[in-house]
């Protein structure tokens, strides 16, 4: 493909994509296994952020509304047939504030957006992020541990330590600094997803995404905590959610 934002797994010509954008700390690679199970007509595009993954010996970028334009120019020229976007976490920010962004131009806007495990924009950013950027390296990987999804096994290599938390630690300093402003509701079908258990994500932190949309977005709980999705059954059902939204006769011109 070309692009360095963007590994790209499909398996021939492909109908539609999906573009995955990765929780805080995370790599494009935390999707690839999503590629046994998703529709071969539709193309995996998960994004890579700098400084992490294939993109290791770069910087990472320090203002999110760079990283947010950068992101929307890199899916710009893509969007030239069907696509979804899918964010877990931070990724789920990004996936808005991208698909406003590109509202703002002349792409194709997304068939479907899917937004996982992150409270609604109006309330970012949320005491936790604020807190934990601002703390030590020991206190903020037990902050990390109160999410899941740090590998205990890997978290005392120092050169794994290492990686993660300049990863992590840029991106929960991005968000902290992230200032909502409030525009015109999103025409794009929408869904929410969270796991039952996230001590940081509830019903209550969800309602207010109903504002950024001109239909009230669909609300899908899943057993698990913030990182529910890892789950095996989990993950199939949610490529079931995308792949439905793909389908030809689900998918509606949006231009």
């Given at each position: ?25 995370g ?16 193309e ?77 924009p ?62 015109a ?25 109903r ?20 789950a ?24």
């Amino acid at each position: 493909m070309g692009n360095k934002w963007i590994v790209s797994e499909t398996g021939g010509d492909a109908r539609s994509r999906l573009f995955c954008l990765p929780h805080a700390g995370g790599s494009a690679a935390v999707f690839q296994s999503w590629r046994k199970t998703l529709d071969p007509q539709i193309e995996l595009c998960s994004l890579q952020y700098p400084g992490r993954g294939t993109r290791l010996d770069e910087d990472a970028i320090t203002e999110l509304d760079t990283l947010i334009g950068e992101l929307a120019t890199a899916i710009a020229p893509l969007t030239d047939r069907p696509y979804a976007l899918f964010g877990h976490s931070l990724g789920a920010l990004l996936a808005f504030e991208v698909t406003r962004a590109l509202g703002r131009g002349d792409a194709r806007m997304p068939s479907a957006l899917f937004l996982s495990a992150c409270r609604a924009p109006m309330l970012l950013p949320s005491p936790f992020i604020v807190e934990a950027a601002a703390l030590p390296e020991d206190a903020f990987i037990t902050a990390l541990r109160t999410l899941g999804g740090v590998p205990e096994d890997l978290i005392e290599e120092p050169a794994f330590r290492e990686v993660l938390l300049a990863s992590t630690r840029s991106d929960f300093d991005l968000v902290s600094r992230y200032r909502y402003r409030a525009t015109a509701p999103l025409d794009v079908p929408a869904t929410l997803l969270y796991g039952q258990t996230d001590k940081h994500i509830t019903g209550e932190t969800l309602r207010d995404w109903r504002v950024e949309f001109t239909e009230a977005p669909a609300v899908r709980r899943f057993p698990g905590g913030h990182f529910y999705l890892e789950a095996d059954p989990v993950r199939n059902d949610i490529l079931a959610l995308v792949t439905d939204a793909l389908t030809p006769d689900s998918i509606v011109a949006r231009i």
